[in-house]
């Protein structure tokens, strides 16, 4: 009985794991496709805006989306690793 | 942990040690150019000595071990294999044309950097991580174990697919990087080409024949850093001399608006007017005689014979007899030969009269209609670009070095991270460049042009890589009379520049490391794939592992050499292959990766559904619309380029696999228990 508890409880851990990281990545591909797609669909429109110099699309395009990218790779190793870490430490409480 | 430590700092120590090396290699012979040592020995130099340094850590990792063959070990620190993964990534095409892409078509040519970093993100985010958890060997091997079906369980069909679509993409690219290797070697070295290739080959072979991913992995990190010196000095250069700002990616910003501002007086300029208009009345010329065919090639033909026999009976200087001897020659030999040849010249002289496009302006054209499709177009070779990216299986099998699930996840955003020091300044390059070009070499007198424009005109006679011809006779120089290739525009920049020849001749082995660390990865997957896929899982799976890594180097050893071979066929542009490769892998493999890892329920079925459907709709809409291929622009959907073909291959594949999957039983207990596995943290 008690092994089947812990099983079960084992499992829902997993679950609720997936589910964060579900989430995280969800969020994360939102953002990663809002700015390749808004830079790139309304670049005629936004020609007159300015960003130290450059016309904000081309920053955008050249430099702006990729940094981004950059960013939401960072993020998503940084929350992983602090999700993975959760998941273990409730691991071990449950073990001990 | 504190081996792992160890070991990274025994690396940078090797590094850092390899990085002062080269500064003194560079030094050197910046300080033998001064002596006046030869240009051509600077160049065989360069070329020598860095093919020697990547044979000699082939050999110092040389290896018969199949975790260090096949995956480095799995102990290769997140920095040292994200700069490996750079280098792996960065191609021929990245380093070489893509600034010259930039150079010509302004905003539009940025696809190619958003595609290319984006498709990181999925890479970080869908399937690197997960791969690694599962932690076999292949891409191949992923797909195979969690797509397994029938009573072996081994999933061969999908597992044969997989190899193939592995193989057929990894080798339109290799091809393109040797091309790549024998252009470069055979314009530094004045080598033939074909000797040119087999050069670069040699290098590649001692490299990955003897260690597998492990040589390859230390390879290309020392190949990264020479890439990246390579590629950062003369933008530093120009910067500085442009902007007085050492950080190009920071300094363009100035320079954009004097850009525009350049462009607006040129495009003012009657001078300027001049030769367009003489272009237009070219095109114009080649239209009326479409238009009058077959009459008014004989009229032409016997125009040209007349006018050769008045030169000769007048005793007109033997340079204009000459010429006109060969416009005779040159002079299309049938009325259909007329038609290929003249709508072709129409299509350059239209091309030559349009105005000056400014530089940042997205989408230029005409009317708002035909800059939507330029539009939808760029959003597809984004979409293709980022997808792709994130399916190359050369790219991919990195996530299976390194020694955890999260130093996979910190080795793609460092892997990003190298890539964006060469990609945040291919853009500013390009601005620079261009900058440096309609302000310096615009309105010099034709007597007074720069040594560089003549040495870069005449190193391929056939098609020149820049040329330069007085068409309005005024002895001055206008914008309209130059014709740049965009390979040619990196390998200049130096002497743009004005910076010593030592400075080209590191270029050059720049753009040879860059080519050489894309094709080392590229052969390792495809023979990968041939020997552990096909010979271990399908055909002897009871081979001892001696023989494994035999069978390999063997198979690597073939496949280079029909690599090398097709390359020396010289077939159509770099980038218009490797773009062909991106759109397939992202039709075929990505929706099976995807989906394998974030629905449980895409079974077998589904999986080679998908696979045959995503790569049967690419294949067929590049057959149709592409006129290399033999279709043409009448075959288009949504004037959509066939180059971004997977845009229709990718949703194809996905909906093959939703639906198959959802009609056909549900997979097996095994396969949904690996997809828990690969979902749970370590």
Request: proline share 5%.
């Given at each position: 009985?008690?092994?089947?508890l812990?099983?079960s409880?084992?499992?829902?851990?997993?679950?609720?794991?997936?589910?964060?990281?579900?989430?995280?990545?969800?969020?994360?591909?939102?953002?990663?496709?809002?700015?390749?797609?808004?830079?790139?669909?309304?670049?005629?429109?936004?020609?007159?805006?300015?960003?130290?110099?450059?016309?904000?699309?081309?920053?955008?395009?050249?430099?702006g989306?990729?940094?981004?990218?950059?960013?939401?790779?960072?993020?998503?190793?940084?929350?992983?690793?602090?999700?993975?870490?959760?998941?273990?430490?409730?691991?071990?409480?449950?073990?001990? | 942990?504190?081996t792992?430590?160890?070991?990274?700092?025994?690396?940078?120590?090797?590094?850092?040690?390899?990085?002062?090396?080269?500064?003194?290699?560079?030094?050197?012979?910046?300080?033998?150019?001064?002596?006046?040592?030869?240009r051509?020995?600077?160049?065989?130099?360069?070329?020598?000595?860095?093919?020697?340094?990547y044979?000699?850590?082939?050999?110092?990792?040389?290896t018969?071990?199949?975790?260090?063959?096949?995956?480095?070990?799995?102990?290769?620190?997140?920095?040292?294999?994200?700069?490996?993964?750079a280098?792996?990534?960065?191609?021929?095409?990245?380093?070489?044309?893509?600034?010259?892409?930039?150079?010509?078509?302004?905003?539009?040519?940025?696809?190619?950097?958003?595609?290319?970093?984006?498709?990181?993100c999925?890479?970080?985010?869908?399937?690197?991580?997960?791969?690694?958890?599962?932690?076999?060997?292949?891409i191949?091997?992923?797909?195979?174990?969690?797509?397994?079906?029938?009573?072996?369980?081994?999933?061969?069909?999908?597992?044969?697919?997989?190899?193939?679509a592995?193989?057929?993409?990894?080798?339109?690219?290799?091809?393109?990087?040797?091309?790549?290797?024998?252009?470069?070697?055979?314009?530094?070295?004045?080598?033939?080409?074909?000797?040119?290739?087999?050069?670069?080959?040699?290098?590649?072979?001692?490299?990955?024949?003897?260690?597998?991913?492990?040589?390859?992995?230390?390879?290309?990190?020392?190949?990264?850093?020479?890439?990246?010196?390579?590629?950062?000095?003369?933008?530093?250069?120009?910067?500085?001399?442009?902007?007085?700002?050492?950080?190009?990616?920071i300094?363009?910003?100035?320079?954009?608006?004097?850009?525009?501002?350049?462009?607006?007086?040129?495009?003012?300029d009657p001078?300027?007017?001049?030769?367009?208009?003489?272009?237009?009345?070219?095109?114009?010329?080649?239209?009326?005689?479409?238009?009058?065919?077959?009459?008014?090639?004989?009229?032409?033909?016997?125009?040209?014979?007349?006018?050769?026999?008045?030169?000769?009976?007048?005793?007109a200087?033997?340079?204009?007899?000459?010429?006109?001897?060969?416009?005779?020659?040159?002079?299309p030999?049938?009325?259909?030969?007329?038609?290929?040849?003249?709508?072709?010249?129409?299509?350059?002289?239209?091309?030559?009269?349009?105005?000056?496009?400014?530089?940042?302006?997205?989408f230029?054209?005409?009317?708002?209609?035909?800059?939507?499709?330029?539009?939808?177009?760029?959003?597809?070779?984004?979409?293709?670009?980022?997808?792709?990216?994130?399916?190359?299986?050369?790219?991919?099998m990195?996530?299976?070095?390194?020694?955890?699930?999260?130093?996979?996840?910190?080795?793609?955003?460092?892997?990003?991270?190298?890539?964006?020091?060469?990609?945040?300044?291919?853009?500013?390059?390009?601005?620079?460049?261009?900058?440096?070009?309609?302000?310096?070499?615009?309105?010099t007198?034709?007597?007074?042009?720069?040594?560089?424009?003549?040495?870069?005109?005449?190193?391929?006679?056939?098609?020149?890589?820049?040329?330069?011809?007085?068409?309005?006779?005024?002895?001055?120089?206008?914008?309209?009379e130059?014709?740049?290739?965009?390979?040619?525009?990196?390998?200049?920049?130096?002497?743009?520049?004005?910076?010593?020849?030592?400075?080209?001749?590191?270029?050059?082995?720049?753009?040879?490391?860059?080519?050489?660390?894309?094709?080392?990865?590229?052969?390792?997957?495809?023979?990968n794939?041939?020997?552990?896929?096909?010979?271990?899982?399908?055909?002897?799976?009871?081979?001892?592992?001696?023989?494994?890594?035999?069978?390999?180097?063997?198979?690597?050893?073939?496949?280079?050499?029909?690599?090398?071979?097709a390359?020396?066929?010289?077939?159509?542009?770099?980038?218009?292959?490797?773009?062909?490769a991106?759109?397939?892998?992202?039709?075929?493999?990505?929706?099976?990766?995807?989906?394998?890892?974030?629905?449980?329920?895409?079974?077998?079925?589904?999986?080679?559904?998908?696979?045959?459907?995503?790569?049967?709709?690419?294949l067929?809409?590049?057959?149709?619309?592409?006129?290399?291929?033999?279709?043409?622009?009448?075959?288009?959907?949504?004037?959509?380029?066939?180059?971004?073909?997977g845009?229709?291959?990718?949703?194809?594949?996905?909906?093959?696999?939703?639906?198959?999957?959802?009609?056909?039983?549900?997979?097996?207990?095994?396969?949904?228990?690996?997809?828990?596995?690969?979902?749970?943290p370590?």
């Open positions: 009985m008690d092994k089947s812990e099983r409880a084992l499992l829902a851990r997993r679950a609720a794991h997936w589910r964060a990281t579900r989430r995280l990545t969800a969020i994360l591909l939102l953002v990663w496709l809002l700015t390749g797609f808004l830079t790139v669909f309304y670049a005629r429109e936004l020609l007159h805006l300015n960003l130290f110099g450059w016309p904000l699309p081309f920053y955008m395009a050249a430099q989306a990729s940094l981004i990218y950059l960013a939401i790779i960072g993020l998503y190793a940084w929350r992983m690793r602090r999700l993975d870490q959760a998941f273990r430490d409730a691991i071990q409480e449950q073990q001990a | 942990m504190t792992q430590r160890a070991f990274f700092v025994r690396l940078r120590k090797y590094y850092l040690l390899f990085t002062g090396g080269f500064a003194a290699f560079l030094v050197a012979l910046a300080m033998l150019e001064q002596e006046g040592m030869p051509v020995w600077i160049g065989y130099l360069f070329m020598f000595a860095t093919i020697i340094l044979a000699t850590i082939g050999v110092i990792s040389r018969s071990n199949v975790t260090e063959y096949y995956v480095a070990g799995r102990r290769v620190p997140a920095v040292f294999n994200g700069m490996a993964t280098a792996d990534w960065i191609s021929a095409a990245s380093f070489i044309s893509l600034a010259g892409g930039l150079y010509l078509n302004g905003f539009d040519g940025l696809a190619f950097i958003m595609g290319w970093t984006g498709g990181y999925l890479v970080a985010l869908l399937i690197a991580p997960y791969l690694r958890k599962f932690g076999q060997y292949t191949p091997d992923f797909l195979a174990a969690r797509y397994a079906s029938g009573a072996d369980g081994r999933g061969a069909l999908v597992r044969v697919l997989a190899v193939g592995t193989i057929i993409v990894s080798f339109t690219y290799v091809v393109a990087q040797i091309y790549a290797v024998g252009l470069i070697a055979s314009r530094f070295t004045g080598v033939d080409f074909s000797v040119g290739i087999f050069l670069g080959l040699a290098s590649i072979l001692v490299c990955s024949f003897l260690g597998g991913m492990r040589a390859i992995t230390w390879t290309q990190v020392a190949q990264y850093i020479i890439i990246v010196v390579a590629f950062l000095i003369p933008a530093m250069w120009l910067s500085v001399k442009h902007a007085d700002n050492p950080v190009p990616q300094a363009y910003g100035k320079v954009l608006p004097q850009l525009s501002a350049r462009e607006h007086r040129l495009e003012q001078k300027e007017q001049e030769v367009r208009d003489i272009y237009a009345q070219r095109a114009r010329n080649y239209q009326a005689g479409i238009d009058g065919l077959p009459a008014s090639w004989e009229q032409g033909r016997q125009a040209a014979q007349k006018q050769l026999d008045k030169l000769r009976q007048r005793n200087s033997l340079f204009d007899i000459r010429n006109a001897e060969r416009y005779l020659l040159a002079y030999k049938s009325p259909d030969e007329a038609r290929t040849l003249w709508e072709n010249a129409l299509a350059v002289n239209l091309k030559r009269a349009e105005p000056i496009t400014p530089h940042a302006q997205p230029p054209a005409p009317d708002r209609a035909q800059s939507d499709i330029k539009r939808n177009n760029f959003l597809a070779l984004v979409f293709c670009m980022m997808l792709g990216t994130a399916a190359l299986p050369h790219i991919l990195r996530s299976y070095t390194t020694p955890s699930v999260h130093e996979t996840r910190v080795s793609v955003f460092w892997t990003l991270f190298f890539i964006l020091l060469i990609y945040l300044t291919i853009p500013a390059l390009a601005v620079l460049v261009k900058y440096d070009i309609y302000s310096a070499l615009v309105g007198q034709y007597a007074q042009l720069p040594t560089w424009v003549s040495y870069w005109a005449n190193v391929d006679k056939l098609s020149p890589l820049i040329s330069i011809v007085d068409v309005n006779r005024d002895g001055i120089v206008q914008l309209a130059i014709v740049i290739d965009p390979d040619v525009l990196v390998l200049a920049t130096p002497e743009i520049a004005g910076l010593p020849y030592v400075i080209s001749g590191l270029v050059a082995a720049g753009g040879l490391a860059a080519a050489l660390s894309t094709a080392d990865g590229l052969l390792l997957a495809i023979s794939a041939l020997s552990h896929d096909i010979y271990y899982k399908v055909v002897d799976p009871t081979a001892s592992t001696q023989k494994r890594v035999t069978i390999s180097k063997l198979l690597l050893l073939a496949v280079a050499f029909i690599a090398a071979y390359a020396s066929q010289k077939p159509a542009d770099i980038l218009s292959l490797v773009g062909i991106f759109s397939l892998a992202a039709s075929t493999l990505f929706p099976a990766l995807v989906l394998g890892v974030f629905w449980r329920r895409a079974n077998h079925y589904g999986a080679v559904a998908g696979m045959l459907a995503g790569f049967g709709v690419c067929y809409y590049m057959l149709h619309a592409s006129p290399l291929l033999g279709g043409g622009p009448a075959g288009q959907w949504f004037h959509i380029a066939p180059i971004a073909a845009i229709f291959g990718v949703p194809a594949g996905l909906l093959a696999n939703l639906i198959v999957s959802c009609i056909t039983p549900p997979p097996a207990r095994r396969c949904v228990g690996l997809v828990d596995y690969i979902r749970t370590e």
